[in-house]
């Protein structure tokens, strides 16, 4: 019994050990489960990638102030220049303006197209601006035609002033068209005066300001010079039978005059 007594009991110590190991792994357990629960929650001092970051500036939205009233109450895709002016063209004028061109080419320039502020406006004031100069030509044509072509007044010519580049060119067409005609005209007139006034000695000229004339102008021209030869050589063979019968007894002299016809032989054989 002494024995017992002096060595401790072997079993409650093992038994002792025993709790002590289950203790100390249910530590490490709870440890572990911990370190795996802070490893899947975020840190409260670090954001999370997949949240967007708060203090982000947010993308501006429009400023509804700053769109043209037009352009908000849909009236039309004119829009307003930087000096406040509108510019480009509303649907109407545009349509306008298509009816105007419509207009001019069939050759109608009385339209006008009304005229705004902007840059349509200035559209709109140079094309009345073309219209105008189109009409006042076509006037002023019309008052030559009647002048020159009527009443046979070749001294008038189209004038319109203030016209610039082809404008020009196309009334100076007109008035060279006048004075090409007009210049044989004159000279016809020069050559049948003289005639009448017994004067055969004139010719009409076959050319204008150094050119040939061409086509009609100078198969006329050749017309009368022939007339006139033919009048002066009849003229000259009846002065000469005359003087030679009448003045000198020479009564077997006859009036010679080569290629005439119709009512030059007539007078030909009527002087013999």
Avoid: Y
């Amino acid at each position: 019994m002494a024995s017992d007594s002096e060595h401790p009991d072997v079993s409650s110590s093992d038994e002792e050990g025993e709790v002590s190991e289950d203790v100390a792994s249910d530590d490490v357990a709870e440890e572990a489960s911990a370190e795996e629960t802070s490893a899947e929650e975020p840190s409260a001092e670090e954001p999370s990638a997949e949240e967007p970051d708060e203090e982000e500036t947010p993308a501006e939205e429009p400023d509804e102030e700053a769109v043209p009233e037009a352009a908000s109450s849909g009236e039309d895709s004119a829009s307003l220049s930087q000096n406040g002016q509108k510019s480009g063209m509303t649907a109407a004028e545009t349509e306008e303006l298509l009816d105007v061109l419509k207009d001019m080419r069939r050759g109608d320039f009385t339209r006008r197209m009304s005229v705004s502020e902007g840059q349509s406006g200035q559209v709109a004031q140079a094309l009345n601006n073309v219209i105008e100069q189109n009409e006042s030509l076509v006037n002023e044509l019309s008052r030559v035609r009647v002048s020159v072509g009527k009443q046979g007044e070749l001294d008038q010519r189209v004038s319109l002033p203030g016209l610039t580049g082809d404008w020009v060119n196309a009334m100076n067409a007109v008035n060279d068209l006048i004075v090409d005609l007009g210049m044989p005209i004159s000279a016809m007139r020069r050559v049948i005066d003289a005639v009448g006034r017994g004067d055969l000695s004139q010719k009409m000229d076959l050319e204008t300001d150094g050119r040939p004339l061409r086509g009609e102008l100078r198969r006329t021209g050749k017309t009368i010079n022939v007339m006139v030869d033919r009048l002066d050589t009849f003229a000259g063979e009846v002065t000469r039978v005359a003087r030679e019968v009448g003045t000198e007894g020479k009564l077997g002299g006859r009036a010679e005059i080569e290629g005439v016809s119709g009512t030059w032989e007539d007078l030909t054989d009527n002087v013999n």
